[in-house]
């Protein structure tokens, strides 16, 4: 069992960047599968992005694919969100969640799959 944490949101402009970070806790993160999703007011929570536990495979939302890059740094217990050219269709609270162990399903879009989720951090663009 992990707790995650996110961190790194804030208010940018449009065209801006910003990387969040999910950082958890416990010893065997490192075979844990990590999405992000976002919900913005009046809106359903929305995968983002997702990486398998071993690296292998990232997965991206089309709405975010080629500005945003999801990568894991096993040795720091984190997972990290680069998101660049960011646009006001962004603006959301971005939340990270994890589900262990050793997960293998090709399912990594749909929230059911995770059992751990952060409280989320806030992410503004102006436009």
């Known amino acids: 069992q992990v707790d995650v944490k996110e961190s790194g949101g804030g208010l940018v402009q449009a065209g801006a960047s910003l990387r969040l970070s999910c950082v958890a806790s416990g010893r065997t993160f490192y075979s844990y599968v990590v999405g992000w999703f976002r919900q913005s007011p009046g809106k359903e929570r929305e995968f983002v992005a997702a990486?398998?536990?071993?690296?292998?495979?990232?997965y991206y939302a089309d709405s975010v694919k080629g500005r945003f890059t999801i990568s894991r740094d096993n040795a720091k217990n984190t997972v990290y969100l680069q998101m660049n050219s960011l646009t006001h269709e962004d603006t959301a609270v971005y939340s990270c969640?994890?589900?262990?162990?050793?997960?293998?399903?090709?399912?990594?879009?749909?929230?059911?799959?995770?059992?751990?989720w952060g409280q989320g951090t806030q992410v503004t663009v102006s436009s």
């Open positions: 969640a994890a589900r262990g162990t050793y997960y293998t399903g090709d399912d990594l879009h749909a929230p059911r799959v995770y059992h751990n």
């Open positions: 990486i398998s536990w071993n690296r292998d495979s990232t």
